[in-house]
Every structure is written in structure tokens, then in C-alpha cells.
């Protein structure tokens, strides 16, 4: 007993230095290589940003809420989009098995990646949304998604191109673990990441990668203030 508590003194002793050091020195502090690289993605391909606000865009029913509760226990927020931009996507975005809320569920009703490039320009005219976030799921060929799939990819980086105030991210979840999906998985997101765009594999590692990237920003600017 001794001993264990001696062990997690010491351990708890040692934290308390790190966290000294890395208030003091502004580095970030990572807890495994996946999280210090995807944190690095962040800040390499991403503009400087110290709003939390993220539009989640793309999660379905259920996944959404599930996305939303990882947002808020990772330090992000949700928030609620203004009434003009909701009115404005309602112009051509169908009601029925819709949400033009925060998170959004609109694919099933849109026509085509022309109109969901649509939605991405009038989403970026919310003051309240600081980063865009967008979940996408990857599935067998068999479940011929895989044209709808290319297309929505050449939308995608035509949108990730265009200047806005938010970063835009795409977290990829793979609901099977089969050898042909995850080689896919692999396929787009190697595209997206040529065109500059961060590719994270879960909404987790996303969502904690963002709030250390935000932190490091708002860090910066208190810095420049003091």
C-alpha cells in the first residue's frame, strides 16, 4: 500500500510539473502519437482559429446527437444557427426527414452535390458557426455509393478552396471493418487531404484535435493582449 501510494504521488507530483510547463511554455500537451498527429494536421492545414462553435453537417438521426454529445465533452460547442440562415436553406432544402438545425441531416433531400455546395455557402454566413464539420461514412460498393461518393469528394474540395472565415474539417467513419471499405476509407481520404483538407478517422479525434488547435490560437491572442 506504501509503495502504490509512493508510486502515485510521485506520478501526480510529476503532472503538476508537466502542466507548469506547458501553461508557461504554450506548448500543446498530447496524449499518444494518433492524437500529436492529428493535432499537427490541425495546425499545418488549417487557418488560425479561436472559436468553438462547430456546425456538425452530414451526421444522420441518432449519429448527430451522438456527434453533439462528443463535441461537448471534447470542449467544443454546438450552437444553435441564427433564424435568417435556417429560413435561407429552407428555400431549397425539403422539410420532410430533414434538419436544417445544428447538426444538420440534409442529404436525403437534396439533388445532387450542387445543391449541398449550396448549403455549405449559406452555412458559412452564420456568425455563430466558427468551424465546419463534416462527417462522412464510407460503405461497401456493393451499396453503390460509390459515384454519389466521387462526386460529393470534387464538391467537397471545390468548397475547401473557396476563402471563408471557417476551417473546414472532415472526420471519415467506417462502419465496417472490412478490407475493400477501409482501402476506400483510405482513397478518399487521400484526396481530401492533397487538397488540403484535414481527414480525421473518428468524430473524437477530431473533436479533440480542434479544441487543442483552438487553444493553442486563444493562448497566442491572450498572449498578445497581456
Known amino acids: 500500500a506504501k509503495a502504490a501510494a509512493s508510486h502515485t504521488g510521485s506520478l501526480a507530483g510529476e503532472n503538476a510539473i508537466w502542466d507548469a510547463f506547458f501553461a508557461q511554455s504554450g506548448a500543446i500537451r498530447v496524449d499518444s502519437i ?5 493535432v499537427l494536421q490541425a495546425l499545418v492545414r488549417l487557418q488560425p482559429c479561436t472559436g468553438r462553435g462547430a456546425m456538425l453537417i452530414g451526421s444522420a438521426g441518432g449519429n448527430g446527437v451522438i456527434a453533439t454529445d462528443i463535441c461537448a465533452r471534447e470542449g467544443l460547442e454546438v450552437p444553435d444557427m441564427s433564424e435568417e440562415v435556417q429560413k435561407e436553406l429552407r428555400t431549397f432544402v425539403g422539410v420532410a426527414g430533414t434538419s436544417v438545425k445544428n447538426p444538420m441531416d440534409v442529404g436525403m ?3 445532387g452535390p450542387d445543391d449541398f455546395f449550396r448549403v455549405l455557402e449559406v452555412v458559412v454566413k452564420d456568425p455563430n458557426i466558427d468551424i465546419i464539420f463534416m462527417i462522412a461514412m464510407i460503405f461497401s460498393r456493393r451499396m453503390g455509393w460509390w459515384g454519389g461518393a466521387r462526386n460529393m ?3 467537397l474540395t471545390k468548397f475547401a478552396k473557396q476563402p471563408r472565415r471557417q476551417p473546414f474539417v472532415i472526420a471519415i467513419r467506417c462502419p465496417t471493418e472490412q478490407l475493400e471499405t477501409e482501402k476506400d476509407r483510405l482513397w478518399v481520404t487521400t484526396r481530401f487531404v492533397k487538397a488540403g483538407i484535414p481527414v480525421f478517422k473518428t468524430v473524437e479525434r477530431s473533436a479533440r484535435a480542434l479544441y487543442k488547435y483552438t487553444g493553442y490560437y486563444r493562448r497566442l491572442a491572450e498572449n498578445e493582449e497581456a
Open 34 to 38: 494518433e492524437e500529436m498527429v492529428d
Open 109 to 111: 433531400q437534396l439533388r
Open 153 to 155: 469528394l470534387k464538391t
